[in-house]
């Protein structure tokens, strides 16, 4: 990379996929419907998305946070979207989320080869920039989004923006070199996500999950109607019925391997 411009470092790769058999995108609503929970994401609280690529049954985006309760952020996120795939589809959704800290420019840089890659590698087109719901062909200015971090990754590979497109496509042409899809399956960083949180939560109020990971093993703690607890090693999160004394049935949404 010949740029002086640097991105913000650590970043995160994220991972959201369905448990079960139903895709995590069925029409072309829903894609509209996760992409305006992603861009509040990204503009209520000053996350930058880097990249991402959504496919029928998998979600991959690059993102950098200042935040500590970022997968907080993510569970809400996941937690709406449930919620309109019940109003539109009636479908009882599962989702398993993975996560991985990047912290060194090459190995970003790499992370969005691979999350530009993933539509030709599973098939659904040859070329990714003929695939919509990827960050590939906006970087290429086929669309635009103003909330996609853009610039910076392409500065840092020339200050010249006809020279910087040039060789980001060249860069993004090859393979990428790191098989992050296993990183992702052998990591337990989607844990730490939403472990921490400033504040020190109490059953009952709806705040965030404990400080450490030991507070799973006493009791639940819930965040707006959220629930999280330790099963069977699993971190789960689950959909709090509104009235917590009724023995209506909680939800799954999503499970991260701890």
């Known amino acids: 990379m010949t740029g002086r411009s640097k991105f913000c470092l650590p970043m995160r790769m994220v991972s959201i996929q369905p448990i079960d058999d139903y895709p ?51 569970l809400k996120v996941m937690k709406r979207y449930y919620y309109w795939l019940q109003q ?7 989702f398993r989320l993975q996560a991985l800290t990047l912290k060194e420019s090459a190995l970003c840089h790499d992370a969005l080869r691979y999350i530009h890659y993933r539509p030709t590698a ?13 960050s590939y062909p906006i970087y290429q200015d086929f669309w635009q989004l103003n909330w996609l971090s853009c610039t910076e990754i392409l500065q840092s590979y020339s200050l010249n923006p006809l020279q910087a497109l040039e060789s980001f496509r060249a ?7 790191q098989d992050f899809g296993r990183q992702l399956d052998n990591s337990n960083e989607a844990n730490n996500l939403v472990q921490h949180h400033e504040g020190n939560p109490q059953v009952g109020q709806k705040m965030a999950v404990g400080e450490s990971i030991q507070n799973y093993q006493k009791s639940h703690y819930y965040l707006d109607g959220i629930e999280a607890h330790l099963s069977n090693g699993d971190l789960i999160a689950t959909v709090a019925p509104l009235n917590r004394h009724k023995s209506a049935s909680k939800v799954h949404i999503l499970s991260a391997s701890v």
């Open 88 to 94: 539109s589809n009636h479908q009882q959704q599962h």
């Open 24 to 74: 995590l995108f069925n029409t072309y609503r829903d894609y509209l419907v996760f992409l305006s929970l992603v861009r509040e994401l990204i503009c209520s609280n000053r996350n930058k998305l880097y990249g991402f690529s959504w496919l029928s049954h998998e979600a991959v985006m690059l993102f950098h946070t200042p935040h500590r309760n970022f997968g907080l952020q993510l």
């Open 171 to 177: 860069y993004m042409q090859q393979p990428p070199l």
């Open 122 to 134: 599973t098939g659904q087109v040859k070329d990714a920039l003929d695939y919509h719901w990827n």
